[in-house]
C-alpha cells in the first residue's frame, strides 16, 4: 500500500500525575483571566507563547511527568497502518513551526530550520518509518496537551480514576500547507486528507482530480463543513447527472470504493447539519463512511447499508488515555479494507468483520498514554 497524507502537524503532551484544583491553579496560572480547562469537547485554545508557559508550569512543579508524542489525525491514522502492514509505505506532508528563513534555507530548500517540537516530529516520523515532506515557517508547530488524573476541578463525579482529557490546545501557527509540498507520488493507492486543510481551493481542486481513492478524515468540526464543501463539490464530478446511469455503474460495481469518509459523532452530526445523508450518499456505491461512537462502538454505510459493531469491552481500570483512538480505529480500517479492495471483495459481511477487528486494535491504544502505536 503506497498512500500519502496530508495534515495537520501536532506535538501531543500528555502529564502523568494526580489532577486537582491544587494542580490546576499553580499549571494554568499563565493563562489570562484564569481559565481552567472544563470539558473533554471544548480544549482551551491559546497561542503558543502561553501553551509554553503552561508547560513550564508543570515542568515546575513535583510529581508530574511529562510525555509527548507525534500527533494530529492523519499522522495518527499513518502511524497505524504502518504499524500494522510493514509493507505499507506513508507520505506525509505539512508545515511545522521554524525561526525565519535565513540565506542559507532561501539557498537550499532541503534546508529544515525547524523549531524543537518541529524537529521532534520530523524525527518521530522517521523513526515509525513514514516519509515526510515538511516545510518550516515562521512561528510555532501546533501543539495539544491532555491532562490525567482522579477527577476535573467541579466535575468529580464524571472523571474516574484513570481518565483523561484534552485540556489546552495551540493550533499550528503556519498550517497553510504550500502547493508545491503537495506532489502526488507514481504508484500512489490513496490520498488521505484531513478535513482542517480543505479549507484551501487549490487544494479541493487537486484532491478532486485526482485518480487514486481519497480519504478524508475530518478530524474537528470545522473540518467537518469543510468536507460537506468537498463531498458536494466531488460529487458534481464524479456523479454528474450528464454522466449517464449505465456509467456511473460501470465506473463503481460492488467491489469498488472512490471516496472515504471518516468521522466521529460530533463530526457527523456536522455533516448532516450540511446536508450530508449517509444512507443516500452511500448508496452511491463508491463512496463509504464510518462513525466511530467512542464506548458507544462504530458504524459503517456502505452501498446505502448501515452496519455497526460494539466497541471492544475493556475494564475501567485499564483506559488510560483515549487519544489517537478514533484515528487507530480509522488506520486500522483502512489496512483492512485494503486488503479485500485489493482482492475485489468488498463486501458487507468484509466490512462487518473490518468494523469488529478495528474496534479491538483500537482497545489497546487506550491502555497507553497518547497515541503510541508501536503497542499494536
Not at 509505505?89 to 532561501?106: L, Q, R
Request: negative net charge; glycine residues 8%.
Amino acid at each position: 500500500m503506497i498512500i500519502y497524507g496530508i495534515g495537520r502537524a501536532m506535538v501531543d503532551y500528555y502529564v502523568e500525575g494526580r489532577i486537582d484544583r491544587d494542580f490546576m491553579e499553580k499549571a494554568f496560572c499563565p493563562l489570562p483571566n484564569g481559565y481552567l480547562p472544563s470539558s473533554q469537547d471544548r480544549p482551551l485554545h491559546v497561542e503558543g507563547a502561553v501553551f509554553s508557559l503552561v508547560l513550564e508550569a508543570i515542568g515546575s512543579l513535583n510529581g508530574f511527568t511529562l510525555l509527548k508524542e507525534t500527533g494530529g489525525s492523519c499522522v495518527n491514522i499513518l502511524k497505524t497502518i504502518a504499524q500494522l502492514d510493514s509493507s505499507a509505505s506513508c507520505i506525509f506532508s505539512d508545515t511545522v513551526g521554524g525561526a525565519s528563513p535565513s540565506s542559507k534555507a532561501e539557498a537550499d530548500p532541503s534546508f529544515f530550520l525547524a523549531d524543537e517540537d518541529g524537529l521532534f516530529f520530523k524525527q518521530s516520523l522517521e523513526e515509525t518509518g513514514i516519509s515526510s515532506n515538511l516545510k518550516a515557517l515562521d512561528g510555532a508547530t501546533g501543539r495539544c496537551l491532555v491532562l490525567s488524573g482522579e477527577s476535573m476541578p467541579g466535575n468529580k463525579s464524571q472523571k474516574q480514576q484513570g481518565s483523561a482529557f484534552l485540556a489546552m490546545a495551540s493550533p499550528a501557527v503556519a498550517p497553510e500547507i504550500a502547493p508545491e509540498q503537495v506532489v502526488f507520488p507514481e504508484n500512489l493507492q490513496y490520498v488521505l486528507a484531513e478535513g482542517m486543510e480543505l479549507d484551501k481551493v487549490w487544494f479541493r481542486d487537486r484532491l478532486i482530480s485526482a485518480s487514486s481513492p481519497l480519504i478524508i478524515a475530518c478530524g474537528t468540526p470545522f473540518g467537518a463543513k469543510n468536507t460537506a464543501v468537498f463531498l458536494k463539490e466531488w460529487t458534481c464530478k464524479h456523479h454528474s447527472p450528464n454522466v449517464s446511469s449505465s456509467a456511473n455503474s460501470q465506473q463503481a460495481d460492488s467491489s469498488d470504493f472512490s471516496l472515504l469518509v471518516l468521522a466521529n459523532d460530533l463530526e457527523a452530526r456536522v455533516l448532516e447539519q450540511e446536508g450530508i445523508s449517509f444512507l443516500e450518499w452511500s448508496a452511491r456505491k463508491d463512496i463509504i463512511f464510518v462513525i466511530t461512537h467512542g464506548c458507544g462502538g462504530s458504524s459503517c454505510y456502505f452501498h446505502g447499508t448501515r452496519l455497526s459493531a460494539p466497541a471492544a469491552p475493556l475494564p475501567q481500570e485499564l483506559t488510560v488515555d483515549a487519544t489517537g483512538a478514533g484515528d487507530v480505529f480509522a488506520g486500522a480500517f483502512i489496512v483492512h479494507l485494503h486488503k479485500h479492495f485489493s482482492e475485489r471483495n468488498l463486501t458487507l459481511q468484509k466490512i462487518q468483520a473490518s468494523l469488529e477487528q478495528s474496534s479491538s486494535t483500537a482497545s489497546k491504544i487506550i491502555q497507553v498514554p497518547l497515541c503510541k502505536t508501536s503497542i499494536l
